[in-house]
Nanobody, 115 residues
Framework: QVQLVESGGGLVQAGGSLRLSCTAS????????MGWYRQAPGKQRELVAYITKGGTTNYADSVRGRFTISRDSAKNTVYLQMNSLKPEDTAVYYCKAVVTFRDYWGQGTQVTVSL
């Protein structure tokens, strides 16, 4: 069973930075794409960014140029560097990993951006 453990959330002032990490473990198979999603209160979960096993990245328009996704495949770890944070970035951030065509999710980490 694949398990994802996230860390790095917290409270930050607008304009600040945070770095999220997510490590996948428990699978004998390689991890394919990894990504970050977020869900704000009263809203649907949305894609923030993802990165394929080959390193191709994609970002939501709302975060492009401010957030950077990267991964260490040897460690099955994905990172999300978030700069120039805005109050509208406040949400629970979830990590997702694709392993043998199945999606696995982390428990979520809260990011709160204050004015």
């Amino acid at each position: 069973q694949v398990q994802l453990v996230e860390s790095g959330g917290g409270l930050v002032q607008a304009g600040g930075s945070l770095r999220l990490s997510c490590t996948a473990s428990g699978s004998p198979f390689s991890v394919n794409a990894m990504g970050w999603y977020r869900q704000a209160p009263g809203k649907q979960r949305e894609l923030v960014a993802y990165i394929t096993k080959g390193g191709t990245t994609n970002y939501a328009d709302s975060v492009r140029g401010r957030f950077t996704i990267s991964r260490d495949s040897a460690k099955n770890t994905v990172y999300l560097q978030m700069n120039s944070l805005k109050p509208e970035d406040t949400a629970v951030y979830y990590c997702k990993a694709v392993v043998t065509f199945r999606d696995y999710w982390g428990q979520g980490t809260q990011v709160t951006v204050s004015l």
